[in-house]
């Protein structure tokens, strides 16, 4: 039950984290964020930051009196601080590494010294790397490229090994490409739906034949908040829509939609990430988390798209 429980949110003015929140304060949850806000944006929990039960805690989740202090008295911990992007970690690997692990092992620690009883990692598709088939499964081999998806795995290891020795219910969920309001502009969507707005050329990278698993905010949040109540023991669950889309169909999408349809180039790969971390196809098996949910109200990519052009203009 999510009415009345105390959960901790780290990273909660983030894209994924400031949803989750909004919904769990609307459902009568009492909620603590922790965020230091690198890169959280405090506007995006606008609806909630004056509500009774939701509460605003400045900290990082590498400092052990800062998490100490948030984690007492918590029933659930949700997991959602992190340096973002595959390209800023490969950049700034060590710390990505370090901030990682730190953060990780200090949360699991403080929950089993303040009895929490379930935990929430969220993790990415990265771990799988180029994947062997499609779509993924959630115990398909791990063959992760850069260090952010390093980073990842090596969390999620933690949050076993904890599971396992001291039975706190523990879910890691591999999120794929979730998008919606309020995103980073550095991420496709919103970076081709701000083109779109101001009539530019929508530049796709490459031939645009590379495929990604686009699952939209409400659905994720959802999936996360289900699977989080019926969860028992230690899971790993992969949140995405379960379908492939090619980013050329994502512009030919997206221009269709706009007022004034977009003229579509296609150029070169973005080499600010390394060729060698670039992924060309990702789709999730989402089998597991359906089976433990049962079916939702899905949104569709053109349903999704038209509600995050809405929100833009």
Known sequence: MIAGSRVLVTGGAGFLGSHLCTRLVEEGADVSVLDNFSSGN???????VSCENFHLIEGDITNAEDVRQSVKDTDTVLHFAAKVGVIRAASHGIDVLDSTLKGISLLLSESVRGEVKTFVFASSSEVYGEPLRLPSREDDPLV????????????????EEYATLYGIDTCVFRYFNVYGP?????????QFLRHTLKGEVLPVYGSGAQTRDFSYIDDAVFLTLEAMNRNRGFNIYNVGSGE????????ELISSLSIKECEIAFVELDRRRPQEYEIIHRQADISKIVSLCGTFPRHSLEEGLKTCLEALM
């Open 42 to 48: 405090l506007e995006r929990l606008e609806k909630i």
């Open 144 to 159: 992760p490229r850069s260090t952010y998806a390093v980073a990842k795995v090596a969390a999620e290891r933690y949050c």
């Open 182 to 190: 309020h995103q980073n502009d550095n991420f496709v969507i919103p």
């Open 244 to 251: 492939n889309t090619s980013l050329k169909k994502l512009a």
